[in-house]
């Protein structure tokens, strides 16, 4: 199976919003609601921000935001932070019913 | 509070047998959750493994099938992980990580819980 594309940069000065994508095939993204994205510091286990193309866990900030269109999914963060700053990753559910990661986006904040 | 936590050799020698543990504590792992591994090589991204049901069902990578056993341990309350003919390329931190499985009657697929990692380097 192969990666998620995500680009590999994307950044934004604070306050601004910044969207990543992440763009699968049919057979994971488009195929189904399971898109999930994390965040991950450096040197540290990655956290879930979304699950379900949308929804947030509690305690997440309500900055973070997930949408879905097609074989492409995104994540956006309004009102970019400096904590904001760290690596992203999108996962999906497969159609072989295994999971597949994205490339991993690295967020900075100017 | 679930927690997560690897356990098993940094060091393992080209074309041996990685193996590593998670420990489950704060929850069962009898319950309705799929337990995953996840590796993450220096420097590049998140790969999914495989995962495994109290059951024993299993789920795998394609790209590591065949070289990949998970087995659980219900007495232990723990789930390992065996990687054989390892390379170089298998040098990476390992992560252990919980799926929900179901919420109420319906399936999810995400991972809530993380252990802390470690990092298994190959090398002789």
């Known amino acids: 199976q192969s990666a998620l594309t995500q680009p590999a940069s994307v950044s934004g000065s604070p306050g601004q919003s910044i969207t990543i994508s992440c763009t699968g095939t049919?057979?994971?993204?488009?195929?189904?609601?399971?898109v999930s994205w994390y965040q991950q510091h450096p040197g540290k286990a990655p956290k879930l921000m979304i699950y379900?193309?949308?929804n947030r866990p509690s305690g997440v900030s309500n900055r973070f935001s997930g949408s879905k269109s097609g074989n492409t999914a995104s994540l956006t963060i309004s009102g970019l932070q400096a904590e904001d700053e760290a690596d992203y990753y999108c996962?999906?559910?497969?159609?072989?019913?295994?999971?597949?990661f994205g490339t991993g986006t690295k967020v900075t904040v100017l | 509070q679930v927690q997560l936590q690897e356990s098993g050799p940094g060091l393992v020698k080209p074309s041996g047998t990685l193996s590593l543990t998670c420990a489950v504590s704060?929850?069962?792992?009898?319950?309705?959750?799929?337990w995953s591994w996840v590796r993450q090589p220096p420097g590049k991204g998140l790969e999914w493994i495989g995962e495994?049901?109290?059951?024993?069902?299993?789920n795998y990578n394609p790209s590591l099938k065949s070289r990949v056993t998970i087995s659980v341990d219900k007495s232990k309350n723990q789930f390992s992980l065996k990687l054989s003919s390892v390379t170089a390329a298998d040098t990476a931190v390992y992560y252990c990580?919980?799926?929900?499985?179901?919420?109420?009657?319906?399936?999810?697929?995400?991972?809530?819980?993380w252990g802390q990692g470690t990092l298994v380097t190959v090398s002789s």
């Open positions: 990580a919980r799926d929900p499985g179901a919420i109420a009657v319906a399936d999810v697929y995400y991972f809530d819980y």
């Open positions: 704060g929850g069962s792992i009898s319950s309705s959750n799929w």
């Open positions: 495994i049901y109290h059951s024993g069902s299993t």
């Open positions: 049919s057979s994971d993204v488009g195929g189904y609601n399971y």
């Open positions: 379900e193309v949308s």
């Open positions: 996962s999906s559910y497969t159609s072989s019913s295994t999971r597949v």
